[in-house]
Structures are given as C-alpha cells and as structure tokens.
C-alpha cells in the first residue's frame, strides 16, 4: 500500500508516492536522485545520511519520509549556487578534508547546522557538532580545519 505525500527539499515540492515505511534516505537516493547523501549502515550509527530536517541534523535512514511532510529538508545538493561553492565545501577542499568522500556530506551539512546558530564555535564545539559522523579514511584533522576556516569565509559574507 502506498501513500501520497508532499515533501519540501532543497526548496522544491515534491508529490511522491510512498510505502508508509520508506525513508527520507530511499526517498532522497531513489525517488529524487539525490545521491549525495550516502547510505552507510542503515541504523544511525555512522552518520553518513545526515541531512538537514529544519536546520537540525538528522540520520535519514532513521526519518520515515511520512515524517518529513511539513519541513523543510536540506540536502548537500542545495549548497553550491551558480555562483559557485558554499564556503564549506570551498574549504573542505582547500583543506584536503576527504578522502574517499564518502562521510564529506555528512560533514558539511553538520557543520553547516553548527555555524547556522554559532558562527564562531570552539574546537570543542566543533567536534561535538562533527560526533556523529564516522570518517573512515580519519581525516578529523583536516576536517575541522577546513570547518574553522569555512566558519570565517561564511562570518564575512555575511
């Protein structure tokens, strides 16, 4: 049995057909072809799936898609404009901060959330907003680097 929802993400509607127990994350991947948000575990535990539920993080492969009727999803596909880059993803590679690449969407969009209601975090902070995203390759170094220089480039654009 499928359902009829409307769900919001990246600042489009979208009206889509779905199981009652679909996902955000198989609605994102499969449904909308949204593929930068990637499929780890599938239980919450690595974080790779985070996307954006209202400017808070979330574990897509946690989130049914019913649940996110009435909210706005970000994905890493909504930060790169024409006129370019977001300043994180900017400075994740100027900074070397991935390797395979795999959890540097996870990465950006959980500092994109920090640096949303704090612009100038701690490193404390930082790795607090980063916990829940596992980098297999450990590149957690660079990666906050890249986030503290980010942070800067996004305080004097604004």
Sequence with gaps: MSIGIEICV???HHQLDVKPQTTLLEV???QL???GTKEGCGTGDCGTCTVLLDGVTVNSCLVLAVDAVGHEVTTIEAL???A???PLQQSFIEHNAMQCGFCTPAMIL????LLDRKPAPETAE????LSGVLCRCGSYKKIIEA???GGEQMRRER
């Design 84 to 86: 370019g880059l977001h």
């Design 28 to 30: 994102l991947r499969e």
């Design 33 to 35: 072809r949204l593929t």
């Design 110 to 113: 959980s500092a994109k959330a």
């Design 10 to 12: 990246n600042g489009l």
């Design 126 to 129: 930082i790795k607090q907003a």
């Design 147 to 149: 986030v503290v220089a």
């Design 80 to 82: 790169a404009t024409d």
